[in-house]
């Protein structure tokens, strides 16, 4: 499968994105699809999922002002942040999970190439 992440940019604290992640290919089977992002110098943490049934999760640090959605039809996940903290700055990676829930802990599981988001004034 291929997953293509877009939406990522500069914004300033409290303003809004959204970031798509679109798969294609082998989209037959995948189960969960989720979000991570990785800060500069910190590890790949746990943002958002969401499974084909729509049930959701979120880290906390992000509940309340994020949303995940997903569009089966377009097979597109969906991140919609609102007031956002420069603290949210990272990398963001959308995850097929073809074995779980989004959370992409297994082998079963594909990876998107990245988009930035930049919160600063």
């Known amino acids: 499968v291929q997953l293509q992440a877009s939406g990522g940019g500069l914004v300033q604290p409290g303003g809004s994105l959204t970031l798509s992640c679109a798969a294609s290919g082998s989209i037959l089977g995948i189960n969960g699809m989720g979000w991570y992002r990785r800060a500069p110098g910190a590890q790949r943490e746990f943002v958002a999922a969401?499974?084909?049934?729509?049930?959701?999760n979120y880290a906390d640090s992000v509940k309340g002002r994020f949303t995940i959605s997903r569009d089966n039809a377009k097979n597109t996940v969906y991140l919609q942040m609102n007031s956002l903290k420069p603290e949210d700055t990272a990398v963001y990676y959308c995850?097929?999970?073809?074995?779980?829930?989004?959370?992409?802990?297994?082998?079963?599981?594909?990876w998107g190439q990245g988009t930035q988001v930049t919160v600063s004034s």
């Open positions: 969401t499974t084909i049934g729509g049930d959701t």
């Open positions: 995850n097929a999970d073809y074995a779980g829930s989004g959370y992409c802990n297994t082998a079963l599981c594909s």
